[in-house]
């Protein structure tokens, strides 16, 4: 069974940074695509950034470009989510992601299969 365990999350001020680790089992982790999406109260679901399987492609939404970075270690079985110069408006619950599909790169959350429980991020003015 694959399972996905996001931790990380915290309360810092803006400006501040935190990085976010998602584990994963259950499945071949280096042939997956992998996510991190967020969510705030009384909103949709957001795609924040991306990383192909192999590592060498990653993609990010215009509002974390420049800040975020994604990254993944398959030895580890584990994608990182570093986030810097962070803003309160950056508050939100934040998931990681696997891909529905092998060798397959997505920003759309209906396109990935597996999440995990999600870890708070709050970030105070």
């Known amino acids: 069974q694959v399972q996905l365990v996001d931790s990380g999350g915290g309360l810092v001020q803006a400006g501040g940074s935190l990085r976010l680790s998602c584990a994963a089992s259950?499945?071949?982790?280096?042939?997956?695509?992998m996510g991190w999406f967020r969510q705030a109260p009384g909103k949709e679901r957001d795609f924040v950034a991306g990383i192909s399987w192999s590592g060498g492609t990653t993609y990010y939404a215009d509002s974390v470009k420049g800040r975020f970075t994604i990254s993944r270690d398959n030895g580890k079985n584990t994608v990182y989510l570093q986030m810097n110069s962070l803003k309160p408006e950056d508050t939100a619950v934040y998931y990681c992601?696997?891909?529905?599909?092998?060798?397959?790169?997505?920003?759309?959350?209906?396109?990935?299969?597996?999440w995990g429980q999600g870890t708070q991020v709050t970030v105070s003015s």
């Open positions: 992601a696997t891909a529905g599909k092998i060798y397959s790169d997505s920003i759309f959350p209906k396109d990935y299969a597996y």
């Open positions: 259950g499945r071949t982790f280096s042939s997956y695509a």
